[in-house]
């Protein structure tokens, strides 16, 4: 069985970004740290949405609920960390 091209293409950069990030973990960069490790948490998420679950492809009912679920995750952080703010 061949595989299509897209999925080695991104599983060959899904493992280069776990390497980043396994080697952000060995560089003091101090707080910035955290945004190089998120961004790269990102980019691994994105790729995984837009080939693996054919969002960009997909019907519109597809993308509502991509993007349902993208804010829910946004109400859900959001509550938290007002109750993480709000905590003396």
């Known amino acids: 069985m061949k ?3 897209p999925y ?3 599983w060959l950069a899904l493992l280069t970004l776990l390497a980043m990030t396994t080697g ?3 560089v003091p960069l101090g707080r910035f740290n955290v945004v190089v490790n998120l961004a790269i948490a990102l980019v691994k998420a994105l ?3 837009f080939v693996f679950m054919h969002v960009r492809r997909g019907s519109p009912m597809i993308r509502v609920f991509a993007v349902a679920g993208v804010l ?3 109400l859900l952080a959001g509550l938290s960390l007002t109750d993480l703010a709000t905590r003396g």
Do not use: G, I, Y
Request: aromatic share 20%; charged share 5%.
């Open 72 to 74: 829910w995750l946004c």
């Open 47 to 49: 790729l995984v949405v």
């Open 3 to 5: 595989l299509p091209r």
């Open 8 to 10: 080695v293409f991104t």
């Open 24 to 26: 952000s973990a060995f």
